[in-house]
């Protein structure tokens, strides 16, 4: 028998169970919905790495603005590994002193009409051997929460050592229930700070992250090794895609990392197979190069807008090879469908790639347009054939 005050103390716990068990999915909800498009901004690693500092953060600012990316649809700025510092006395996180002031920084992101990303692990060190938030996920949370982060990467690295100190035996699933805890953890830390901050799950695709990150929190997943600035490394990453794509929707999206555009290791054609490509996958679309520094050619690139209302298009569905290797194909909102038509540069001589309509879906003559001339091509019958450049591609928007 229980008393009336045991009673009304197990009536309380379990209301406590009850809310706290409605806070979370309601929470979920309200950050699948700051992911409801693919997000998009740039990040420090591709280009800076490890020597970042808060003046490089705050020229990609200005640039973001000035260039016009902001406008079309660029909004994080996001700080990658090496901006930790050492904790103090409360073991509280502190910047190093190339970023002398976290919240200054932010503010200033803030007033360009910007977001601000940082980056942390679940580990005690990062992948560059800075400090990681193990053991102080809470506290780590709340400092970002007051410096007035938007998105934080969480990336595994760090974690590595202390799995296999714990699961010595390395038995996959014990190594995976770890890693999942340990993603989770830090979303019920975020989602306790109360402040909307867009979740990145960054631990290469291990253990088919696409089949839980959603579970954990994540609003993006990367799905692979990290990327290079060449067209080997982009091209293994983006093509290999192919199959993930039913585990994307608004607000969790698959994220084969970041844009290499502008970084100056890929010809301005296989720039726009990347820029596609990500397009057509629904893919983050952050761009990692020195964007005080952009050519033409580069600003061309990130900022054609037709390319990226596919990347941002609202029925959130990626896209998917229609035949291998070369056409991939994206349905759109308003009923059009995107096509991709890739060369590769290992074919000696661009190849001639036939698209026909009906393997689309579509029936009788279609509208097309040229999302890199910019140019309507009138209304096509049965099929197209276009040769795209070595490493390049021909991208088009289609419709009845
Ligand atoms: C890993 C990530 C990269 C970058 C570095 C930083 O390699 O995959 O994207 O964040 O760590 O150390």
Not at 115 to 130: D, E, H, L, R, V
Not at 265 to 275: L, P, V
Not at 345 to 358: A, E, H, M, N, S
């Amino acid at each position: 028998m229980i008393n009336m005050t045991q009673y009304h103390l197990c009536a309380l716990i379990l209301m406590g169970v009850v809310l706290a068990g409605s806070h979370v999915p309601a929470a979920q909800a309200q950050s699948a919905q700051l992911a409801a498009t693919p997000p998009m901004g740039w990040n420090s690693w591709n280009h800076f790495a490890g020597k970042v500092t808060d003046s490089d953060v705050r020229s990609a600012a200005d640039a973001m603005v000035a260039s016009g990316m902001r406008d079309a649809g660029y909004v994080y700025v996001n700080v990658d590994d090496t901006w930790e510092g050492e904790r103090d006395a409360q073991g509280n996180i502190q910047s190093n002193s190339r970023f002398p002031n976290m919240k200054a920084l932010a503010d200033y992101v803030h007033s360009k009409g910007l977001k601000f990303g940082i980056y942390s692990s679940p580990g005690p060190k990062t992948c560059a051997g800075y400090e990681g938030s193990y053991g102080h996920e809470e506290q780590d949370a709340k400092t970002y929460a007051g410096w007035g982060v938007d998105f934080l990467k969480y990336d595994l690295c760090g974690l590595r050592p202390i799995i296999r100190l714990y699961d010595p035996q390395q038995d996959p699933k014990k190594s995976s229930a770890m890693m999942r805890e340990a993603y989770a953890k830090m979303r019920d830390a975020l989602i306790k700070t109360g402040r909307p901050i867009v979740y990145s799950i960054c631990q290469y695709g291990v253990d088919s992250v696409w089949e839980w990150g959603e579970e954990v929190g994540g609003n993006l997943w990367r799905t692979t090794d990290d990327i290079s600035d060449s067209y080997r490394s982009m091209a293994l990453i983006g093509f290999s895609q192919a199959g993930l794509e039913r585990y994307a929707k608004p607000g969790h999206w698959n994220d084969p990392d970041m844009l290499e555009v502008g970084n100056g290791g890929m010809s301005a054609d296989q720039y726009r197979t990347q820029m596609s490509l990500w397009a057509i996958l629904a893919a983050p679309l952050l761009a990692g190069n020195d964007l005080s520094k952009m050519d033409e050619t580069t600003k061309s690139i990130l900022m054609n807008r037709e390319v990226i209302a596919v990347d941002q298009d609202k029925l959130g569905i990626q896209g998917f090879r229609l035949s291998p290797p070369q056409i991939w194909v994206r349905p759109l909102a308003d009923g059009a469908k995107a096509v991709a038509l890739f060369n590769f540069v290992t074919d000696d001589v661009p190849q001639p790639i036939t698209l026909r309509f009906k393997d689309l879906g579509f029936s009788g003559p279609v509208h097309a347009r040229d999302l890199w001339a910019h140019k309507d091509l009138g209304i096509l019958h049965d099929s197209y054939t276009v040769i795209p450049p070595m490493g390049g591609v021909v991208m088009l928007r289609l419709w009845k």
